[in-house]
Structures are given as C-alpha cells and as structure tokens.
C-alpha cells in the first residue's frame, strides 16, 4: 500500500470510527435528549464531522470539474446526493437523512480505497517488469571492471556479468558458464544454462558463475529496453469495449443528473408525493446511477488481463490487441524461426544391418571435425564421445559431394548420394525429409543421418492448444520447399500450408485467408523475421517472437511472445477470453442491479431508500473489482 493509499485508509477509519460513535448515540437517544428543534441540529452537526473528514477531497473534485466546464463525472453525483441528503434538515416533515449521506460519502471512499488498492496490485505484475532495467554494466578497463551506464557500452564490447547481477544488454556468451533467471522475461521458472557460443538477452538475472559476454546491441535496441517500451504504451490502445464504456459515462451523467431533477420536480407535481419523498427519490436515484463499477472495472478487468500475460512472457501492447486476440478463430504461421529453430540438427540415424549407431556418428564426427559448415556442426553436436583430432588425416573437401577423409587408418567418407556412385557404394533413398548425409568405412556402407531444420519442441503442442482454445484454422506459411513445408505441416498437425512462397507472397495468402474469415472472427499471423513484418501489420492480430525475433517483426506486431515459445499464443487466447468474459459479467451485472435499483427508487414505486442505493454503487462497484481481479489468474 502507498503513502497515499495508507494516508486515505486512515483518514476512512477515523471517520468510520466517528460514524458508528454517533449511530451508538443516535441508537441510544442522545440526540432525542436536547430540546427540540436543536437535538437535529446537534446531529446534523455531528455527522458532518465524519463526513467531512471521509469526503472533502470528492467535494475538491466535484467543484474543479464544475470550474473547469467538466462537471459531469461520479464526483459530482456523490457531491449532489450527499449534499441533498444533509439539506432535507430543512424540510421538517421528512426524515433526518445525515447519517445516510455521511454513510453514503464514506462507504463510496470505501469502494474508492478498495479500487485504488486493487489497480496498485494488478499494476505491479507489469510495473514489476521496471525492475529488470539494469543500473550498469561491467567493462574491463585499465586491467580493473568499471561500471558504466548501459547507454554507453558499444556494440561488440566485452562485458563481464557477475553472479547475482543482471545481464544489462543483449550479446553472446564468450566465456565463462552459469544459470540464469528468466522468469522476469519469459514467466520461464526453469534457470537456463549458458556457457560460451550462447546467446544472452538483457534482463536475466545471472545466478551462479561468472561470464563474459559480447555484446550485439546498444542498450536502446536491446530486449529490456523494448519491453519497458512495450509497458509504457500499453495503456494507450484502448479496446472498443474500454471506449464504448468512457464514451458511455461521459453522456451517462448528465442524463441522470436531469432524470433525478425531473424525479424532484415532477413527482409533487403528477404523483402528490411531498416535496422531501421527491426529493429523497431523486438523491436515492443519483447515488445508484452512479457509474463507478463500470468505469472502474472494466478498465482494470483489461489491465489485470495485460498482466496476465506479461507474467507468462506475453507482452500484450494494448487492451484493443487483447480483446481482438479473444476473437481469433484462424492463426497463420511462418515456419523457421517460429515453429522451427531455424537451425540445423540431427533428426534421426538409419544404419545397415550390424551397425552400431554410436560407431557411425562417431566416424562421421571425426570426418567432419575441422569443417565449420552448419551441418557438419550439427553432426559433430549429436556425437556424445570426445574427438581425437590426432587420429585424423588427409581431410579432402569435396565440392558438392561431401568430404572424405582418413580416421584411425581408415577411409570415411561423409556426403550425398552422388558421392556415394562416385565411389560405386549402394546407398538406399531415404523417405524421411531433409539433408541426408550417406556415410561409408573402407567403401563398406554403414548407414546415413537425416539432418534438418529442428522444430521447437512446443510447436506441435502449440497446435494442439490452439484447437483446444476453439481455433478452427492453422495454416503454415513459408519460402521453403513443397516436401519440407508438407512433412512440417503433417507431424505439427497444421491444417494446411503454402510453400514456396516470397514475402510478398506471404501477404497475398493472409489477404485471401481474411477474405474468407467471418465477420466475428479474426486472423493472426506469428512471424518472427523482417520478411515477416509486412504480414504482421496487414493481419488483424499480428504476433511476433521477442527472443530472437527481428526488430522490424516486434515493432510491427501487436503482441510479443517474450521466450519464443509458440505454445504461448494459446495461452495468450486463453487469457484474452477470460478477460472479456469478465468484462462482460461486470456490464451485466452492474447495469442489471443499477436498473432494478432504479426502478425500485421512482416514486411511483418508492420501494428503494438510501442504504440500497449505497449497496446499488459501493457494492457492486466492490463486487466487480474482486470479479475483475481474477483475470490475474493464469491457466495455462
């Protein structure tokens, strides 16, 4: 709880502590005791105090907007009503209603001290982020580490990350190994484990050792620095849901501000009631119409729902993208960088008959062992023994075909299946689809390795997830080959697929797929690199991968997966309708209530006095609020 808050919550309870002491003396009498008429005057006295004390910063307010030309908001209903509750003194015949105005102003701080409190804690699982913001960063200077603002280290500077600091900008690991802490970025609760050759992203708190790093980025490009950028703005996007309720109480106001006055005056005037009836009639309506859990939950129902998310590494820009992203019923992807890793690895290993796969890998490892290819790394990675390079000789490149080389004494040779007929050795077709590598010992064949672009190991539980959510269409989008494109698409279970298409490309078959969307639905497309930013911006929900992703595809979309993990725009589906759920249980629920209140309170029913119009607006304000809240709650 703030300073202010802390300072509210006091000044309620003094004045609660007043209240319920002057009902103890109303109860027992003591006003009844003073001659008459100044008993009243003693109690219309007596519970200004608490009212004043509880309320003068709502008459504050409601007299700047009335100076200001901007009367018309809740401030000025509480003010009115409130006022009108203490005036009726002066209408002998009637009923003192000071201790309803008094309670009415105080139980309204009530509900404001309460929605105040419950913004704050929705507000710190995103303003907690702030906190990843690194104060320096370490750079070898003179043989000494000097910490110096992150604005000031170049790109490809060293710097040294100690253990309990945070990684201050983005790079590359170039010794040393450690774990670090994610979470605050990727909602991860898993360390990750980095070591030399791993890439960094600032924000992480690095755990254990110490390590180097180089950097590859400036500190206004990094990762940190475009997520604080991202909960900034995110407030400024309403949803259409967000306006259509500001839009709504701006003429609400007004219209019951003239309702309750029509209720004072015509009411004498058509139903006979008396001047004070009238009047209570009217104070009772004004405090029921206000607009408190509509302009109040709502906003914080979308706020909770950003929140939300950002704990689960899902950086959502703004509450328009978190209710267009509830309505997604087709989502569209590219491939590499997004289901895929975007880099080589072995898929599977098929040997002939009496071989060991240890024994083919290994003699493939030490034959590739001095080239720096991708593929040939991706060998040499799936290879658990250690490499004796003195074992190894005559290492022979040769060009389009693969390499050949002597291990151990013996001739190894590693490439396609033109090297294979080159050298006159049976090599069977493989059915499996990527880069086959035929390796053979001394012209004997042992077998051969799939090599291909390695999918992320949530991608085919990512499509799985979204047909859960309710998604009627996943369809892939790539520049790759038909047969690469088809064996993607049958293993992730992706409904349909276009391959080799050109960036343009991608953004023709997003026009025809939002051709044939319905008028509810909506599409999103998750990319991650440049090419991929054109197809963002035209989609109606563009998503794109923050760890690795380009600066183009996270600027351009609306939505950023913080850990690259396409499982997670399931998980931002799922929270997006929730919240609009929520939201709409709020609308119901208050206009609901406040209408039959309402109704209750016209004169010609008279049915509805001033304590059930303080539950008609503190109530269900606070049962909106704690309704609101739950969109903090995440099922994944």
């Not at 053979?440 to 992320?456: F, N, P, Q, R, V």
């Not at 595809?553 to 950023?560: N, P």
Request: charged share 20%; with cysteine; glycine share 8%.
């Amino acid at each position: 709880m703030t300073k202010k808050q802390k300072k509210k919550r006091n000044r309620i309870l003094v004045a609660l502590g007043i209240f319920i002491l002057l009902e103890i003396f109303e109860f027992a009498g003591v006003f009844d005791s003073f001659p008459e008429p100044f008993g009243l005057w003693v109690e219309f006295g007596a519970f200004l105090i608490p009212y004043l004390i509880a309320g003068h910063d709502v008459l504050q307010k409601a007299w700047h907007g009335i100076t200001h030309k901007q009367p018309f908001d809740e401030n000025l209903l509480m003010a009115i009503a409130t006022i009108g509750a203490f005036l009726l003194v002066f209408f002998p015949e009637s009923e003192p209603h000071m201790a309803e105005g008094a309670a009415v102003m105080l139980f309204y701080q009530v509900g404001e001290l309460f929605e105040s409190y419950a913004v704050g804690k929705t507000r710190k699982s995103i303003t907690a982020m702030m906190d990843i913001a690194p104060d320096y960063a370490n750079v070898m200077r003179d043989g000494e580490l000097v910490q110096v603002d992150p604005n000031e280290v170049a790109v490809g500077s060293q710097i040294v990350c100690k253990a309990g600091e945070r990684v201050p900008l983005d790079g590359v690991v170039v010794s040393g190994k450690s774990q670090l802490d994610t979470s605050a970025l990727t909602g991860e609760s898993v360390p990750r484990v980095v070591e030399e050759g791993v890439q960094v992203i600032s924000g992480c708190v690095n755990m254990t050792g110490m390590i180097t790093v180089e950097t590859t980025s400036e500190f206004s490009q990094s990762t940190v620095s475009r997520i604080l950028d991202l909960v900034e703005n995110a407030s400024e996007k309403k949803a259409r849901t967000e306006n259509f309720i500001s839009r709504f109480a701006r003429y609400y106001t007004p219209i019951v501000v003239g309702l309750a006055l029509l209720i004072a005056i015509v009411s004498p005037l058509l139903f006979g009631q008396s001047v004070p009836k009238s009047i209570e009639s009217a104070l009772v309506f004004l405090v029921v119409s206000c607009p408190c859990a509509l302009v109040i939950s709502v906003p914080l129902s979308f706020f909770s729902g950003i929140g939300a998310a950002s704990r689960v590494g899902v950086m959502v820009k703004g509450s328009s993208y978190l209710e267009a992203v509830s309505e997604v019923d087709t989502v569209a992807f590219d491939k590499t960088g997004t289901l895929t890793n975007g880099t080589f690895g072995v898929v599977d290993v098929h040997t002939a008959e009496g071989v060991d796969r240890d024994l083919l890998l290994s003699y493939a490892a030490h034959a590739e062992a001095y080239s720096d290819h991708p593929i040939a790394l991706s060998v040499i990675e799936s290879y658990s023994g250690t490499i004796n390079r003195d074992q190894i000789d005559n290492v022979e490149e040769l060009s389009g075909k693969g390499v050949s080389a002597n291990v151990n004494s013996h001739k190894v040779l590693i490439g396609n299946d033109k090297l294979m007929k080159t050298e006159g050795i049976d090599a069977p077709d493989c059915e499996l689809v990527g880069t086959i590598l035929h390796v053979s010992l001394d012209g004997e064949y042992l077998g051969h390795i799939i090599i291909a672009d390695m999918m992320k190991d949530d991608a085919k539980e990512a499509i799985t997830n979204l047909h859960k959510a309710g998604v009627k269409k996943t369809v892939m989008l790539t520049g790759d080959r038909e047969e690469v494109a088809a064996a993607v698409a049958k293993e992730l279970g992706v409904d349909e697929y276009r391959a080799q298409l050109l960036p343009q490309d991608k953004v023709t078959k997003v026009e025809e797929l939002l051709a044939q969307q319905s008028e509810k639905g909506k599409l999103a497309f998750v990319g991650d690199g440049i090419n991929d930013a054109p197809v963002l911006v035209r989609a109606d929900v563009g998503i794109a991968m923050g760890a690795m992703g380009s600066d183009a595809a996270i600027e351009a979309a609306d939505i950023v997966l913080m850990d690259d993990k396409p499982s997670r725009i399931a998980t931002a589906i799922n929270i997006a309708r929730k919240t609009m759920r929520i939201v709409r249980q709020n609308i119901v629920f208050a206009i609901g209530v406040k209408v039959v209140i309402m109704i209750l309170a016209l004169p010609v029913v008279g049915l509805a006095n001033m304590w059930l119009a303080v539950f008609g607006d503190v109530g269900v304000t606070v049962i909106a609020i704690l309704n609101a809240m739950r969109c903090l709650r995440v099922n994944e």
